[in-house]
């Protein structure tokens, strides 16, 4: 005997060999399902596509936050540069209050540089009468 397929047999005989017909296997497609049993799979495309759209909120607020200590730091860099010129830069001190302010990223690491670059952006401001709305 030959195997021909799922669930089938058949005999290794000559040209009158027949096949005997499969029992109790082979492929047959599911009953048709009603809306109770539809429901549970259709709950779990939304959940995932929200995960998906969390995870891709959580990495744009880590770009915005990596983006702000940059600017920060810039800020602050042109600061020094003008204090040691014996120059004050209003714009720029304007520039380092907007940025002193805005949302903290998801990733904790990079939260609490930013909160620290932030932070010290505060002090030099409040060094020069600036008050924003985090102190």
């Known amino acids: 005997m030959g195997v021909t397929g799922i669930g089938g047999t058949a005999r290794a005989a000559g040209p009158s060999a027949t096949r005997t017909p499969p029992r109790g296997g082979g492929f047959r497609l599911p009953a048709a399902t009603g809306p109770a049993e539809a429901a549970p799979m259709a709950a779990v495309a939304p959940v995932g596509l929200l995960a998906v759209q969390a995870a891709d909120g959580a990495a744009e607020r880590n770009r ?27 714009g720029g001190l ?3 209050a907007e940025l002193a302010e805005g949302e903290s990223p998801d990733d904790p690491a990079l939260a609490d540089a930013l909160a620290g670059i932030a932070l010290r952006a505060r002090i030099e401001l409040a060094r020069r009468g600036i008050m924003v709305a985090g102190t």
């Open 64 to 90: 915005r936050g990596a983006a702000r200590a940059r600017g920060l730091l810039k800020e602050l860099s042109a600061l020094q540069a003008g204090l040691l010129r014996g120059e004050a830069d209003a």
């Open 94 to 96: 304007a520039r380092l």
